[in-house]
């Protein structure tokens, strides 16, 4: 058995929470469930990182003492891994008296390796971020993170001699290649430390909300220097107690941190840095993903272009929330968070996909067998069985792969992936026509074991993630607990088995976008300003003067055309012209009329299943008297006949095309 220790970073608490913070949280739940379903020995640490000067301040808007303050939003970090079915094994605080007693102590190792001196800051710092910037690192004069203003800084301070880790950082890198998932990050990194390390100011006397510095209380300690020890401090550092630190001993420093890209310098550099001085080998591995967008902005607190997770629990369950933001967040992605896609995701993944699989296979199983598990003789199965069991087994394999290394939205498609294949199972068996005659009695009973079976292990595939729904089609299977991965492989579904009762598992949401939207928008004491600044990295190309008058498009007018994939389900040729068909497509959170110019390329019969893109969000158009809702997108030659755009037809109706 082996031990893992993760964690989420602590959380600032200058405001509630939102679907970034809970992303992360829920990202590294669902690796901490997967490492149990192994067989690991999990801890798993989650918390709020309560000091510093924007917290400080944020207290003093809300007129509350700052303590007073600290408790009620802190206490909101803690309400939602509640909310979001968090395994968590500790919460730390940092403004507890543990996490006091262990920043103080790695202060002192510091210290006492001759690594702190006293100084004068004189510089930039955003108190958004909480950093020091350097004057060669702004970008127009503002925060080249943030976007946000700076303040400018003159006091006495203790530095930290980073610039004396620039080898050994080096050396560590090149001798843990995989310290920082994905690897493109640690190149980063590397580069920025190559580039030259500067001591780094610790210390703060401006404002009192920190860790008082040991033996010069004027001083508070830095906030990351203080927020970084979290990691150290629910295993005993500091205590003084021999029980407690075993636990460090035992689990430091086989530590995955997971966090956002824009904490890496933090966690990559200065923590390693830090834990070297205080003679502690650094984390075994920092696993950064990018950011949720929001209306073309990272979504932020700080700029206030929130969603706020509880709305979408309220509207699709807490489940389909967890299984939207990690299916569509590839590790290290940005992923834009809207409406429109968890609708999409929810109608196309959980209720056509899954939660018809789920009903169809419980539902013929009481109808064809009065609920009994039919028995499958392995000598007795045929190709197609055969086939969906060695698609199980592999799947199995790929997805403990994938949370092995933390593709969780790989994980997912996999698993998908092997839900379609029952599904078109149980279409090429047809088990309703089977039922029909005896003699295909025992084809109906592999059919249905089949079918079960599988399902049985997509509850197990899928437990990390919705643990909740796994649940539920355990029951439905009577399968009591979950199983574990280790043993988990086709076929060992006990025959005769009494099923319960079928239950919808996510019934089909039918409301428009517009509806759901007025369900879902932030309330109006969350103000949001206009987008801001985009940060260097994700800055749009700039329209410059040549480009206003080339006929260049911004990206930005580009992403106003919403082009989705859509499938065809039904067309006929529209009477008396020549060249239109009418179409009635599935744009994944509806179905409308499309009328188009293509019947001289395409008979309707041959446009029945496509997959197509479509302009989703034209002004309806009037057609031969028909309304059109949309436009397909077809290349044509001059004169010549039109040929539709196609993709890949595994992605499903309403995928955004960009
Ligand atoms: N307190 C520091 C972390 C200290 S760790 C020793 C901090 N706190 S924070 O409240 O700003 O949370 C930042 C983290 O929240 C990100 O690194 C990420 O995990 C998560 N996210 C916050 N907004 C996010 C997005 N828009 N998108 C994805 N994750 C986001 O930084």
Not at 402 to 415: E, K, N, P, Y
Not at 610 to 633: C, D, F, H, Q, Y
Request: hydrophobic content about 40%.
């Amino acid at each position: 058995m082996s031990e893992s220790y993760l964690t989420t970073p602590i959380y600032y608490i200058n405001a509630t929470p939102h679907i970034g913070h809970a992303y992360t949280t829920m990202l590294t739940d669902a690796i901490a469930r997967s490492r149990r379903l192994v067989g690991d020995s999990v801890f798993f640490l989650t918390g709020t990182d309560e000091h510093g000067q924007k917290v400080e301040r944020a207290a003093q808007k809300a007129e509350l003492p700052t303590p007073v303050f600290a408790d009620r939003v802190s206490a909101a970090f803690r309400q939602m891994c509640s909310d979001l079915n968090i395994s968590n094994d500790d919460f730390i605080r940092t403004t507890e008296p543990r996490h006091h007693a262990a920043a103080q102590e790695i202060w002192r190792r510091v210290q006492r390796a001759g690594d702190i001196y006293k100084g004068e800051y004189e510089g930039w710092y955003c108190t958004v971020d909480e950093i020091f910037v350097p004057e060669a690192q702004l970008i127009d004069g503002r925060c080249p993170t943030c976007g946000g203003k700076l303040e400018r800084l003159k006091e006495e301070s203790y530095y930290f001699r980073l610039s004396k880790y620039q080898q050994p950082l080096l050396d560590w890198y090149r001798e843990h290649p995989d310290f920082v998932q994905p690897e493109f990050r640690l190149n980063e990194v590397r580069a920025f430390v190559e580039g030259g390390l500067q001591d780094l100011s610790i210390s703060r006397t401006s404002f009192k909300w920190g860790i008082p510095v040991p033996d010069d209380p004027r001083h508070v300690m830095y906030v990351w220097f203080d927020a970084l020890t979290n990691y150290l401090t629910v295993l005993g550092f500091g205590s003084g107690d021999a029980a407690s630190e075993e636990r460090l001993n035992r689990l430091w420093p086989t530590v995955t941190h997971f966090i956002g890209k824009e904490i890496v310098r933090q966690h990559a550099l200065y923590w390693p840095a830090f834990l070297m001085s205080a003679g502690l080998p650094p984390p075994q591995r920092i696993v950064a993903h990018g950011f949720w967008m929001m209306g073309g902005a990272k979504m932020s607190k700080s700029l206030g272009n929130i969603a706020r997770y509880q709305d979408y629990v309220r509207v699709f369950g807490l489940d389909a929330l967890r299984y939207f933001v990690m299916r569509e967040m590839p590790l290290g992605q940005d992923a834009n968070f809207s409406d429109e896609a968890v609708l999409t995701r929810f109608n196309a993944d959980l209720a056509n996909d899954l939660g018809n699989l789920v009903s169809r296979a419980v539902t013929m199983i009481h109808r064809y067998r009065e609920g009994r598990v039919p028995a499958s003789p392995a000598d007795t199965r045929d190709t197609l069985d055969r086939d969906l069991a060695a698609a199980t087994d592999a799947a199995i394999e790929s997805v403990k792969n994938g949370f092995r290394t933390i593709q969780v939205s790989q994980a997912l498609q996999d698993t998908w992936a092997l839900v379609r294949h029952v599904n078109k199972y149980i279409v090429e068996r047809a088990p309703w026509v089977l039922a029909k005659d005896p003699s295909h009695a025992a084809t109906l009973d592999r059919t249905l074991y089949q079918a079960a079976d599988t399902l049985r292990v997509i509850a197990a595939l899928v437990e990390p993630v919705m643990p909740d729904a796994a649940g539920r089609i355990r029951q439905m299977l009577n399968v009591n607990t979950a199983e574990p991965w280790t043993s988990l492989r086709a076929g060992t579904l006990a025959p005769g088995v009494q099923l319960g009762a079928v239950e919808p598992l996510f019934p089909r949401i039918e409301k428009t976008v517009e509806e759901l939207r007025s369900m879902t928008t932030p309330d109006e004491t969350t103000p949001v300003p206009p987008p801001p600044r985009p940060t260097q990295a994700e800055a749009p190309p700039e329209v410059s003067a040549a480009s206003a008058t080339d006929g260049r498009i911004a990206i930005d007018e580009f992403m106003r055309v919403d082009l989705r994939v859509a499938k065809v389900l039904e067309a006929e040729a529209v009477p008396k012209s020549k060249k239109l068909v009418k179409m009635k497509v599935d744009v994944g959170s509806e179905q409308r009329t499309i009328v188009a110019g293509i019947a001289e390329a395409y008979p309707p019969d041959q446009l029945v299943g496509r997959t197509i893109v479509i302009v989703a969000n034209l002004k309806p158009a009037k057609l031969m008297g028909i309304e059109s809702n949309g436009m397909v997108l077809a290349a044509s030659t001059d004169g010549g006949l039109p040929s539709l755009v196609a993709v890949d037809s595994s992605l499903p109706a309403g995928a955004r095309v960009r």
